[in-house]
């Protein structure tokens, strides 16, 4: 039997531990813009319905409430124009990146099937092929893949780390092909509600899809929109011919969200007020660490929506991180999301307004 260490690769984030140290030991304190995690307090509205569904000392089902059910499909075409969506073509997770890490396993892929993944990516996609035995590999034009074997095709749009945005066409384009080549595309849209300089479009949008969901699913996380990482709350949509064995496998897996954060996720898509100021909040923390990074001599890419900034200074990513670390700022090296990262790191602005006006003070 394999090692966890032959299957999976070493643990990114343990590699900034001295970084961490170094940055915690300014005067001022530490500045981590490393991890996209929220930290603005969660909407009164989504508490409220998780305290009115707390008394739950039943099992919540998989699939979810009917009016959880009713909550997506409403938000899908709301949001997204998705059409004609049913029950059938939506199904709860618990949380985007359980979903990624196992959906090749729960696709029944293995040794010889393929899962790619964009060149520069989150690093789950690997390990979810990693976890099925299945191979893996990375792409700049999915069109440029041998489509043999090829089962699992990721998109990620916007972005995670580079915050680039697809254009209706291109997605028109890739989905297209896939079709041609019986390839399951699956788009990650979790960073789909925070658009800055673009406005990204779902692959669930009939303009992508001419009008059908065949062969396509869509992954959604309230983690950012909402504040809501700490609740682990996403939900797919699309193809019910994929959904519907994955609601069957998932049944016997036991992977279900717990019923208060479902009454939870049903509050947060039926509002869109607390989204907007939480928009204003972010859109005020990239603009001004935006231009603190390039009065300091950092070039930008990409970075038109997403909670990152993709930047560099023409240098290995690590000397920046360096760089960065005795200034009391913490970052995510580029290369963590593949080599193509190596000159680049990754500026989250997930941070307070008090932390964020310390980087850029510093800067």
């Known amino acids: 039997m394999s090692s966890v260490s032959d299957r999976l690769p070493a643990f990114p984030w343990d590699k900034l531990a001295p970084y961490k140290k170094t940055a915690a030991a300014h005067p001022d304190g530490i500045v981590d813009l490393s991890v996209g995690t929220p930290v603005d307090p969660v909407p009164d509205l989504i508490q409220k319905a998780l305290v009115a569904a707390a008394d739950s000392p039943g099992y919540p089902t998989v699939w979810g409430t009917p009016e959880l059910r009713d909550a997506i ?18 199904l709860p997770v618990v949380g985007s990146k359980e979903l990624v890490a196992w959906l090749p396993t729960q696709l029944g892929l293995g040794p010889g099937d ?58 028109t384009r890739i989905v297209a092909w896939a079709r041609a080549h019986g390839v399951l ?11 800055w300089e673009a406005d990204p479009v779902s692959v669930l949008h009939p303009d992508v899809n001419g009008g059908s969901h065949d062969g396509i699913v869509a992954v959604h996380s309230l983690s950012k929109r909402s504040n809501l990482a700490g609740y682990r709350a996403a939900f797919i949509a699309g193809d019910p011919a994929v959904l519907g064995p994955l609601l069957e496998i998932r049944k016997h897996g036991g992977m279900m969200t717990s019923a208060p954060t479902q009454a939870a996720v049903v509050a947060a898509l039926g509002d869109d007020d607390h989204v ?36 560099t200074r023409h240098e290995s990513c690590w000397n920046t991180v360096a760089h960065l670390a005795d200034l009391g700022i913490l970052v995510a090296p580029g290369d963590f999301y593949g080599p193509a990262g190596a000159h680049f790191v990754r500026v989250a602005f997930t941070a307070t307004d008090e932390r964020v006006a310390a980087a850029v003070a510093r800067l």
Do not use: M
């Open 114 to 171: 393929k899962v790619a993944y964009p060149r520069l990516a989150y690093p789950t996609y690997e390990v979810g092929a990693r976890l099925a035995r299945a191979d893996h590999v990375s792409y700049d034009d999915p069109a440029d893949l041998d489509p043999a074997n090829l089962k699992l095709l990721w998109l990620n749009s916007p972005s995670n780390p580079t915050g680039r945005v697809l254009p209706k066409e291109e997605l």
């Open 185 to 195: 595309v699956v788009s990650d849209e979790c960073y789909l509600e925070l658009g």
């Open 73 to 90: 499909t409403g938000w899908l075409g709301r949001r997204l124009g998705a059409r004609d969506l049913t029950h059938h073509h939506v």
């Open 276 to 311: 907007h100021a939480q928009r204003a909040r972010y859109a005020a923390r990239r603009t001004a660490l935006r231009d603190a990074l390039l009065s300091h001599g950092f070039h930008i890419e990409h970075s038109e929506a997403s909670l990152y900034l993709w930047a």
